[in-house]
């Protein structure tokens, strides 16, 4: 067990963990927009698995300067490698693959639907309990979502592949925090981020050895703009923001964490309004207000707050009567 991690998270504020949080959902936010500009220039899955390895050898450097690497242990390896396997591979190659086929605007609204589906798998795999509040959560960023996708006026026909794609993406990547959730309380979790990282692009690389032969290829002429749009995006938003989402999930919990993810898409949608020259339909309003009220619902950040006050109005009581 890491104890030198367990100290380290009780000696941080809640309030710099709450900036902390703030500024990574701005990178994530605008993640989105650098990765959908990535993936109109360089074959999608090749300059996933390049940006994806560059994170996680970010991740090792980091480590290694504050002196936090060590081995993982066999139940350790399992776990992570499982958990690369569907944070990484799966979720970075249908985001890749869906941002490459969908508008950046809707693939960042559809990426705040995971904390809900994070809540519904940590009710059938990690016994949480399903309330009446979380399952209103629940429908409501299904219905924010189907606003979304169905925006072309074209029915079920008009759904885009892309979208699909990045909403698979979100369930892998909810699938992994499940996993995740199993092993971070021995290992510091951004140790586990490096790792997950390093073996996802590794796998990820040979997939597009065989998907995209002309990959190698389409990275070789771009321009100096692009080289450091995808630096910034590996390092800032790949390594120090899973980094730091990661270590603050163990400060505060992961309903209160999971909150701050809706505003990523926000930002998603103010980076393709002013990036991208992206219109926003109405539709898409609609359905980013569904999301954010279903994920503050669904993710048991809102009863978390409810018991937090509750909590708070008895201390005070208690000083109270006691003076």
Not at 39 to 56: C, E, H, S
Not at 101 to 127: D, H, K, R, Y
Not at 300 to 319: A, D, P, S, T, V
Request: hydrophobic share 55%; net charge positive.
């Amino acid at each position: 067990m890491d104890i030198a991690y367990l100290k380290e998270v009780k000696q941080v504020k809640q309030k710099q963990i709450y900036l902390i949080l703030f500024c990574v959902m701005i990178s994530w936010g605008l993640n989105v927009i650098a990765t959908k500009i990535l993936v109109t220039n360089f074959m999608p899955v090749t300059m996933t698995a390049f940006r994806i390895f560059l994170g996680g050898v970010s991740v090792f450097i980091i480590l290694s300067i504050i002196k936090k690497v060590r081995m993982l242990t066999k139940k350790e390896f399992i776990y992570v490698f499982i958990g690369g396997l569907f944070n990484v591979v799966v979720h970075h190659y249908f985001l890749a693959v869906g941002l490459s086929e969908t508008s950046a605007s809707n693939g960042g609204l559809i990426l705040g639907l995971g904390p809900i589906l994070t809540a519904v798998l940590a009710v059938l795999f990690l016994g949480s309990t399903m309330t009446v509040i979380r399952a209103v959560g629940f429908l409501l960023g299904i219905t924010g979502v189907g606003c979304i996708v169905l925006q072309s006026g074209g029915g079920f026909h008009g759904i885009a592949s892309g979208d699909v794609s990045v909403f698979l993406s979100v369930l892998s990547q909810a699938i992994s925090f499940v996993l995740i959730a199993k092993v971070s309380k021995t290992l510091d979790p951004r140790l586990m981020t490096g790792y997950m990282l390093v073996m996802g692009s590794v796998i990820l690389f040979f997939i597009s050895l065989a998907l995209e032969p002309e990959g190698l290829a389409s990275m070789q002429n771009a321009s100096i703009g692009l080289w450091a749009l995808f630096f910034a995006s590996a390092v800032i938003a790949t390594a120090l923001g899973h980094m730091l989402y990661n270590f603050s999930m163990g400060k505060v919990g992961a309903a209160e964490a999971s909150i701050f993810i809706n505003l990523s898409p926000f930002f998603s949608l103010i980076g393709s309004v002013i990036f991208l020259k992206e219109k926003i339909a109405a539709a898409q309003l609609i359905g980013f207000v569904f999301i954010l009220i279903g994920v503050v619902l669904g993710s048991g950040g809102f009863e978390e707050l409810i018991r937090k006050r509750k909590r708070n109005q008895q201390m005070n009581m208690k000083k109270k009567y006691t003076v």
